[in-house]
Nanobody, 119 residues
């Protein structure tokens, strides 16, 4: 069973920065896509940033230019560097890893890490 463990969340003032980490229990080459999602209270979970199966990156419009997704294949870890944080970024952030339907169509989620941005 694949495990994804997020860390790095916390309380930060508006304009500050945080770096989230997602450590996978197996090689991230096992996955066809990996990304970060977030869910604020009373709202649906939404995509923040992700690596696609081709290796390209997608960002939500609301975080473009402020957030950067990266990964360290040797450490089986994905990161989300968040800068110029806003109160609207407050949410539980989740790591996701998925395989294509050809490879089983599996979808894995971490337990989430809370990010709170104060004004």
């Amino acid at each position: 069973q694949v495990q994804l463990v997020e860390s790095g969340g916390g309380l930060v003032q508006a304009g500050g920065s945080l770096r989230l980490s997602c450590a996978a229990s197996e090689s991230i080459f096992s996955f066809d896509a990996m990304g970060w999602y977030r869910q604020a209270p009373g709202k649906q979970r939404e995509l923040v940033a992700r690596f696609t199966s081709s290796g390209s990156t997608n960002y939500a419009d609301s975080v473009k230019g402020r957030f950067n997704i990266s990964r360290d294949n040797a450490k089986n870890t994905m990161y989300l560097q968040m800068s110029y944080l806003k109160p609207d970024d407050t949410a539980v952030y989740y790591c996701n890893a998925a395989t294509s339907t050809f490879r089983g169509g599996y979808d894995y989620w971490g337990q989430g890490t809370q990010v709170t941005v104060s004004s």
